[in-house]
Structures are given as structure tokens and as C-alpha cells.
């Protein structure tokens, strides 16, 4: 079965700063969705950015990018500039490419604060 | 334009009651999702449904929960006679297409208490 961990429950930067947070995940598959999401407080959950495992290129958004390292199974997300919308839950989410299994598996999440 | 709603946005419901959850996904997205939030976790899959077909059902984690899409929009999510463990944030999402890495638009969420 496969699995996402985020090893950082919480994480706190000043606005402006550049911040990273990690994400491991374990599986057997060779090909496979990789995605951010963001969950602001009292919000809706949004998509941040994705990355697809055949893709070697990291993936970029703006001020946010990925550090995908297929082989170590790591898929950390890079903030740059940082600013105070910024603050929310992250979370980690990994989907395997096959024929039947639509099923999206979530890490529980890092929560970040931007400080002015 | 107009996000994926649903409602209702609060329930509390006695344990051994029925509920029902109701999802309105974007106009013409072909992919739904449920999910359930426990406080302070990330989200975990329920089902999955490709218009009106339910594709995926394997995180349903009983026969209490239902779920239906009859007419390939909106879709309720049932549970039957609740449990307390039942009680966590219900998330709805929907996609334009089908398939998998396909960003996936969340509703707010209905927060169900069961008593």
C-alpha cells in the first residue's frame, strides 16, 4: 500500500523568507501523480502545484517549486518569498496511474506560518 | 464562475441516525470525489465516481456509507445509523475530465458531529 509522510507537523517563517517543506512517500509504482495542496484557515482546499513521476523536470509555479527525487522517493515543496497568504495546511497527496484505483493518498499535513 | 458547493455546511446528528450529504460539483465536470477529514489529518479517499458511474469505492469504510450520482452531477453521500467515529469534515471535489492527474476543485466541506 502506498504511503505519503510529512515529517514536519508545524513549521514558522518570517515574511519574505524562503522555506521548503518535505514529503516522502512510499511505493512500488514507476508511474504516478505528485501534488501539493494548500488548505487555508476556514478555506477551501486549493491545488499548489503537481508533478508527474515519468517528468524528470521539477515542476514550478510562481514562487513555489518541487524538488522531486524519484529515486529517494522525496517530493518537497520550495516557498520562495514568502508572504502572509501563504499561511495554511500543506498537504502532500500521491495518485498511482492505474486502470482502477482513482484513490488520492494524503500525508497529514504540515502546517505553516508566515510571520510579518 | 460558481465553485463546488455543498450542504449541509454543519450537521450533528445523534448516534444511530441517518444523514445525508450533498455535493454540487462544478457545471460539466465529469470526475467527483469524497472524502473524509478527521480533525487535524489530512484527507482520506471514500469514492470516486466518472459521471454517473461509481468507478471506485475502496475507501468506503463500511456498508453504512452510500454514495450515489444518478444523474452524473450532483451527488449525496449517506451514511446510516452514525457512529461517533463517523463525525470528521466530509470534503466534496470535482474534475473537468476524467482520469487521474487532473487538479481536482475542493468544496468547503460539510462538518459532521455525531452525539
Known amino acids: 500500500a502506498q504511503t505519503v509522510t510529512q515529517s514536519q507537523p508545524e513549521m514558522s517563517v518570517q515574511e519574505a523568507e524562503t522555506v521548503t517543506l518535505s514529503c516522502t512517500y512510499d511505493?512500488?509504482?514507476?508511474?504516478?501523480?505528485l501534488f501539493w495542496y494548500k488548505q487555508p484557515p476556514s478555506r477551501q482546499m486549493i491545488l499548489v502545484i503537481r508533478q508527474e513521476a515519468y517528468k524528470q523536470q521539477n515542476a514550478t509555479e510562481n514562487r513555489f517549486s518541487v524538488n522531486f527525487q524519484k529515486a529517494a522517493k522525496s517530493f518537497s515543496l520550495k516557498i520562495s518569498d514568502s508572504q502572509l497568504g501563504d499561511t495554511a495546511m500543506y498537504f502532500c497527496?500521491?495518485?498511482?496511474?492505474?486502470?482502477?484505483?482513482?484513490?488520492?493518498?494524503w500525508g497529514a499535513g504540515t502546517k505553516l506560518i508566515i510571520k510579518p | 464562475g460558481a465553485g463546488v458547493s455543498q450542504s449541509p455546511r454543519y450537521k450533528v446528528a445523534k448516534r444511530g441516525q441517518d444523514v445525508a450529504l450533498r455535493c454540487d460539483p462544478i457545471?460539466?465536470?465529469?470526475?467527483l470525489f469524497w472524502y473524509q477529514q478527521a480533525l487535524g489529518q489530512g484527507p482520506e479517499f471514500l469514492t470516486y465516481f466518472q459521471n454517473e458511474a461509481q468507478l471506485d469505492k475502496s475507501g468506503l469504510p463500511s456498508d453504512r456509507f452510500f454514495a450515489e450520482r444518478p444523474e452524473g452531477s450532483v451527488s449525496t453521500l449517506k451514511i446510516q445509523r452514525t457512529q461517533q467515529e463517523d463525525s470528521a469534515v466530509y470534503l466534496c471535489?470535482?474534475?473537468?475530465?476524467?482520469?487521474?492527474?487532473?487538479?481536482?476543485?475542493f468544496g468547503p466541506g460539510t462538518r459532521l458531529t455525531v452525539t
Open positions: 511505493t512500488s509504482e514507476n508511474n504516478y501523480y
Open positions: 471535489a470535482s474534475s473537468l475530465v476524467s482520469g487521474r492527474g487532473y487538479e481536482q476543485y
Open positions: 457545471s460539466g465536470h465529469v470526475s
Open positions: 497527496a500521491f495518485m498511482k496511474n492505474s486502470d482502477s484505483n482513482y484513490q488520492l493518498i
